[in-house]
DNA sequence: CGCTGGGTTGACACTCTTCAAATTTCGTGG
DNA sequence: CCACGAAATTTGAAGAGTGTCAACCCAGCG
């Protein structure tokens, strides 16, 4: 199989064993790519699903003066830009964290599969919808936190979703990412972002260096960053944490 | 007809007549509610899709403290809730802004509409896939920019959505929303709104006032907000403004 | 009329950015 | 394995941008 990971906590458990064959059987190209490449560029046509079976993605957007906002973060197991399935284009651009290991889903094969089975493609539809809830969570966090609360929170999502496909043993993970890019994500300066995982690291919280994120204290993390992974649809009950 | 302006803006030209036929039959219940009314909640099961017909809808979220951020605003023409449909149950809650019209189509009805025509289903998937199109933007606005920028991005996006449903002429209408609000939806509190909105007026960009607002400058409005209306897919061509 | 909610303004505190420099880490070629 | 240069991290100091608090104004409405 492709990967064991595939779909995993985006709905997967929803597929019959006969949907999920057939999807997999339509994955092909297996390829790896370095560090910080493009994978899909913002207004080029888009001829193919790309499912991130090793490594991270991030879309993201640059403003007037070429500075990045990160829009969203990608674990292993994830389709990176499904909708560009129904859209056809996409209105960001995505790119590889590290190194990463990519398979491909020709739109072709997804349409031919997904006419005869409107449970698939409601699935389909179901795992772009979790990356619109994810959106709203960031907006949340921009819109309503401080730096402290911001960093926590990123932290605690991707602690949280890395665990849903089992790549945060005891919270503790690798994550190729730069401080600046962190600020990217939170939209804060990566000097400011410095001083905030100085912070957490301080307090226990969190600690974050060499490429290697830990969350020390989960509890605290979610608390300081206002985070409830109900938005993840894994199961958990749904009320706001305090 | 229901509404002229049903899915305007929303792929709507990508449907069949049959499709849309189909579409309207499925529509029942007409309803007016009153302003700042609650139509779905966080976490309770969601058994139809709301069109909005008349009036504003915002989706929202508390924090810690209960204060709220705004996620999105919909206007005529939209399904404010149709991610209910793969989801089931909404990590959020929407509210009307003002009085508002809607109209209701049972998840049964689509169920069984969309089964047998894997392009409407398409389309609608498409529609929530606008709608996460506009989180990233929100996403981009809180990250990326300044509290004038915030305002006048905002007020940019509403107004090229408006016009796209007809609703906008001269760059002008009314919006049921007071400085709380638009603080809510910015990431600012009210009274920082108030100074910012001063500040487009004195600039000739913007008048907002009364529940009333009007784009004196779109160009120059566009330009301080970085906002390019490409992400609503309604034809424009694929470059970032500057 | 007086109440109430929204709007407006001023003063001050605080968070975060900016700029600059020093330090450490990492990747690469010798 | 070491030396070197580039990139990333760390720290300090100063300044810009928003938040907070408080007062006042105004219009709508019971």
């Given at each position: 199989?492709?990967?064991?990971?595939?779909l995993l906590?985006?709905?997967?458990?929803?597929?019959?064993?006969?949907?999920?064959?057939?999807?997999?059987?339509?994955?092909?190209?297996?390829?790896?790519?370095?560090?910080?490449h493009?994978?899909?560029?913002?207004?080029?046509?888009?001829?193919?699903?790309?499912?991130?079976?090793?490594?991270?993605?991030?879309?993201?957007?640059?403003?007037?003066?070429?500075?990045?906002q990160?829009?969203?973060?990608?674990v292993?197991g994830?389709?990176?830009?499904?909708?560009?399935f129904?859209?056809?284009?996409?209105?960001?651009?995505i790119?590889?964290?590290?190194?990463?290991?990519?398979?491909f889903?020709d739109?072709?094969?997804?349409?031919?599969i997904?006419?005869?089975?409107?449970?698939?493609?409601?699935m389909?539809?179901?795992?772009?919808?979790?990356?619109?809830?994810?959106h709203?969570?960031?907006?949340?966090?921009l819109?309503r936190l401080g730096?402290?609360?911001?960093v926590?929170?990123?932290?605690?999502?991707?602690?949280a979703r890395?665990?849903?496909?089992g790549?945060?043993?005891?919270?503790a993970f690798?994550?190729?990412?730069?401080?600046?890019?962190?600020?990217?994500?939170?939209?804060?300066?990566?000097?400011?972002?410095?001083?905030?995982l100085?912070?957490?690291r301080?307090?226990?919280l969190?600690?974050?260096?060499?490429?290697r994120?830990?969350?020390?204290d989960?509890?605290?993390?979610r608390?300081?960053?206002?985070?409830?992974?109900?938005?993840?649809?894994?199961?958990?009950?749904?009320?706001?944490?305090?």
């Amino acid at each position: 199989m492709l990967t064991d990971r595939f779909l995993l906590g985006r709905g997967r458990e929803r597929l019959s064993d006969g949907d999920l064959r057939e999807l997999e059987a339509a994955v092909t190209q297996m390829r790896d790519v370095p560090a910080r490449h493009v994978l899909v560029r913002r207004g080029e046509p888009v001829r193919q699903a790309t499912l991130l079976v090793e490594g991270y993605a991030c879309r993201y957007m640059d403003d007037r003066d070429g500075r990045r906002q990160l829009l969203a973060l990608h674990v292993p197991g994830d389709f990176i830009d499904l909708h560009g399935f129904p859209m056809q284009v996409l209105d960001h651009d995505i790119a590889t964290l590290g190194p990463a290991r990519l398979a491909f889903v020709d739109h072709a094969g997804l349409e031919a599969i997904t006419a005869a089975r409107p449970q698939l493609m409601r699935m389909l539809w179901f795992s772009t919808l979790l990356d619109a809830a994810m959106h709203r969570e960031w907006i949340f966090r921009l819109g309503r936190l401080g730096s402290e609360g911001r960093v926590a929170h990123f932290f605690a999502e991707l602690e949280a979703r890395l665990a849903m496909v089992g790549l945060a043993p005891d919270g503790a993970f690798a994550l190729p990412m730069t401080q600046a890019d962190l600020g990217e994500a939170c939209g804060i300066t990566g000097v400011h972002a410095n001083r905030v995982l100085r912070r957490l690291r301080e307090d226990g919280l969190l600690a974050f260096a060499a490429g290697r994120a830990e969350v020390l204290d989960r509890t605290g993390l979610r608390r300081l960053g206002e985070f409830d992974p109900a938005y993840l649809y894994g199961g958990a009950p749904w009320s706001r944490a305090d």
